[in-house]
Every structure is written in structure tokens, then in C-alpha cells.
């Protein structure tokens, strides 16, 4: 029997997390900490979220969100996450389709698995000693829920691949010193970001028409240390913010620089100055997702990082 989730479920939907979840490459969570990433979530609700009973166990979860505040949020519910005792292709079309069909009552036209989904779930990189990364932008490509999702007609629309480096590793190359001689004689510096001093960062990040980032990007720079590329004192690019997270990640935004001003470096002074700084702030490592025909890739390939693992953002048309 597929039902709506009861919150008499959350006992059985912990031990499915750290058997089932954990199986999939989820990090696992004690129970106060589950509840906070999905069933205390502000976007979490009932209405989209489902279990799978066999003989009074819960034996499969999935859920999904949506709102009117999320990026296409009129129109779009976001898949969020699908969790099998046993797998079965059976049991994830009947919870797939208990989703989708609440997402039709409340509106909805597509469901989507893609970093817009609010509800953010941490997963081991592989090949780490337990290292993480705070999100997932769609499916794994190597789990059989991507296969349930394709049989489902959910289709790929791009693929994000994980990128992992470790940052004991990670030395300043020779060629950046010569690389800020290089630019200062064009008036572009790589610098910490000053607010009163700098001017145009909002609307720098604004013109690269990222929702996630004009939303966190500004407010952070007042806040927290960010590097930004100046074009005198015009903000043209930014990399960070800069801090540590508990796990001892290096916590990482997004790196941009304007289109008006590519073509001259900055992309990858801005990156391994970042890098830099992450590893002076004491962060272990950093993790990123980047597209698989992003020409950013070979910026941070440069840097020592490598991929560890290709998610694909999936879409169905309800």
C-alpha cells in the first residue's frame, strides 16, 4: 500500500535513511538531524510526501516540495528524494506516480530533480574519508533511481558532474603571481570584496541570471569574506564566499566573472585564490558541481580537482 506519510512513519523513515539512504551515498543522520533536513523542512508537507507499507512496515519513502517562491515554482514540483528497502522497479513507479499525481491536484505541470529543490541533502563523496557535499542537483547516474526515473519518462536535460579536491594537496601555482603582474598593468586585481570601496557586485551577479545567487551573493559579501575580480573599483567577477562548514568542507557558492570582462584570466586567478583562502581558513577539502560542457571544468580541473560522481537534472511533463 502507498499512503501519504504519518508522522507515527519518522522512527521507520530513520532506519530507512541510514540503511536504504545511506546505500545510495546519503551521509547518515541521527534522528533530530533527519528532521531537520526533511520533515521540520519549511518546505516539507504531507501533501507530497509518501510511504510504501508491506505487511504494517514501512519498507519505502519519497517525497518531493513545492512553492510559489521556488524558481518556476508556479508550474514545477520538485522531486526530492526516493528510498527503497528493496529496490524495485514496481515500487518506485507506484511512489513516483503517488508524487506526481499530488503535484497534478495542487497544479503542477512538471516535476523536476534539480539544485533549485530547497530541501538540501548531504551525500558522501565517494573515494573520501567521509567527506561531504551539502546537495544534490538531481539524480545519481550511477543508482537505479535514475533508471526508475527514465522508465518513468523523466527526461535528462543536463548533467552536473561532483568535483572533489583535497586541500592538503593544493599549492598556489607558480604561474598566478605572474598572472596579477599580468592583469594590473589592465587595471584588474583579484581582491576581498569592500563594501563602500567596490561598487557593482549586485549587479554584476544580477546580470548572470541566477536566481541562488542574487538571492545569497550581495547579502554575503557584507557578511563574510568574498573575492571578487575589479576592473579598477568595479566588481567583474566574485569566487566564495569564504568560510568552513562543520563538516570541514570549504563552502562554495559560485565563481563568475562578467561577460564584458572574459578573456583576460580572471576566472582562474579568482579560483585558486579561493582555493587558497579555503585552506587557510582551515576548510579540509572543497566539492563543487559544475555542468559536464561547462567551460569552467577545466578551471578547476587545473586546480587539482577531480570528478567523483555525474548527476543528471531530470524533468517530467505532467
Not at 55 to 65: I, K, L, N, P, Q
Not at 216 to 243: D, Q, R, T
Request: aromatic share 10%; charged share 20%.
Amino acid at each position: 500500500m502507498i499512503r501519504n506519510y504519518r508522522e507515527t512513519d519518522f522512527p521507520s523513515l530513520a532506519a530507512l535513511w541510514n540503511t536504504a539512504g545511506t546505500a545510495q551515498g546519503y551521509a547518515p543522520q541521527s534522528p533530530d538531524a533527519l528532521a531537520g533536513l526533511l520533515t521540520e523542512n519549511p518546505y516539507f508537507s504531507r501533501e507530497y510526501a509518501f510511504v510504501l507499507e508491506e505487511s504494517g512496515a514501512v519498507t519505502g519513502f519519497a517525497c518531493g516540495c513545492a512553492g510559489d517562491d521556488l524558481p518556476q515554482g508556479e508550474t514545477r514540483g520538485y522531486f526530492t528524494c526516493l528510498l527503497l528497502e528493496r529496490e524495485s522497479a514496481e515500487s518506485a513507479a507506484g511512489l513516483l506516480a503517488a508524487l506526481e499525481n499530488a503535484f497534478r491536484r495542487t497544479g503542477k505541470t512538471q516535476a523536476a530533480a534539480s539544485f533549485f529543490n530547497p530541501m538540501r541533502l548531504p551525500w558522501i563523496v565517494p573515494g573520501t574519508p567521509g567527506h561531504q557535499h551539502n546537495n544534490c542537483p538531481g539524480v545519481a547516474e550511477d543508482l537505479p533511481l535514475h533508471r526508475y526515473m527514465a522508465d518513468a519518462d523523466y527526461a535528462v536535460r543536463a548533467v552536473e558532474c561532483a568535483m572533489y579536491l583535497d586541500l592538503s594537496q593544493f599549492e598556489m601555482p607558480e604561474w598566478a603571481a605572474e598572472k596579477s603582474g599580468q592583469l594590473a598593468k589592465e587595471n584588474y586585481a583579484v581582491d576581498w570584496y569592500r563594501s563602500g570601496t567596490h561598487h557593482g557586485l549586485a549587479e554584476m551577479v544580477h546580470s548572470m541570471g541566477n536566481p541562488m545567487w542574487d538571492a545569497e551573493i550581495p547579502e554575503a559579501a557584507e557578511k563574510i569574506n568574498m573575492l571578487v575580480a575589479l576592473h579598477g573599483s568595479e566588481v567583474v567577477g566574485f569566487a566564495g564566499p569564504v568560510y568552513r562548514e562543520k563538516t570541514g568542507r570549504g563552502y562554495f557558492a559560485g565563481i563568475a566573472v562578467s561577460a564584458l570582462h572574459e578573456g583576460h584570466g580572471l576566472g582562474g586567478l579568482l579560483f585558486c585564490r579561493l582555493c587558497q583562502a579555503e585552506k587557510e581558513a582551515g576548510s579540509e577539502y572543497m566539492s563543487l558541481f559544475t555542468g559536464s560542457d561547462n567551460h569552467a571544468q577545466r578551471i578547476y580541473l587545473r586546480a587539482g580537482f577531480q570528478v567523483r560522481r555525474r548527476f543528471a537534472v531530470m524533468t517530467k511533463e505532467l
